[in-house]
């Protein structure tokens, strides 16, 4: 495994822009109400595939009218904290870019799918595996206070 200097700080970057990323999402979002609402979509698309077969139900109308009431009202949550969060991040990958862009190969770790990286797969790598870390972390502490 070789990664450079300039890995190192792209690394450090994406680790910080996904806990940035996290902390204005748990922060700006109301978890409960979110957890509300999946709730209910789930609610509602196991009585959609119930009535599957009978398309001239008004009942089905219904659940597709509050399943989409729902989707808005999910989509709006989660734009809030894209509000403070997409300028600050589209100035640092231009940052980026701009000091790392020339360097080509600047890690190779050994996976199975792909081994050399550039800054910007190396970036998008980091940001994947920490948000993934936060959110199983999350779950799990959440999972914790709720049998707690």
């Known amino acids: 495994m070789m990664i450079t200097q300039a890995g190192i700080e792209i690394i450090t970057l994406g680790v ?3 806990l940035i990323n996290f902390a204005a999402n748990k922060r700006l979002v ?3 109400k979110l957890k509300e609402i999946r709730k209910r979509q789930k609610e509602l698309q196991k009585e959609l595939k119930k009535m ?8 089905l109308q219904e659940i597709n009218k509050e399943l989409l009431d729902l989707m808005k009202e999910q989509t709006n949550m989660s734009m809030k904290p894209l509000m403070y969060t997409t300028i600050p991040i589209l100035i640092i990958i231009g940052f980026m870019s701009m000091r790392y ?5 600047i890690a190779e770790i050994p996976l199975p ?15 994947l595996i920490t ?5 199983i972390a999350y779950k799990a502490k959440d999972r914790g206070k709720n049998n707690g």
Request: aromatic share 10%; hydrophobic share 35%; no cysteine.
């Open 52 to 59: 599957q077969g009978d398309p001239g139900n008004k009942r």
């Open 101 to 105: 862009g020339s360097l080509g190969v």
């Open 30 to 32: 109301d978890q409960k």
């Open 16 to 18: 910080l822009i996904s």
């Open 131 to 135: 948000t993934i870390i936060l959110e």
């Open 113 to 127: 799918f792909h081994s050399k990286f550039g800054w910007l797969g190396l970036y998008i790598l980091s940001s």
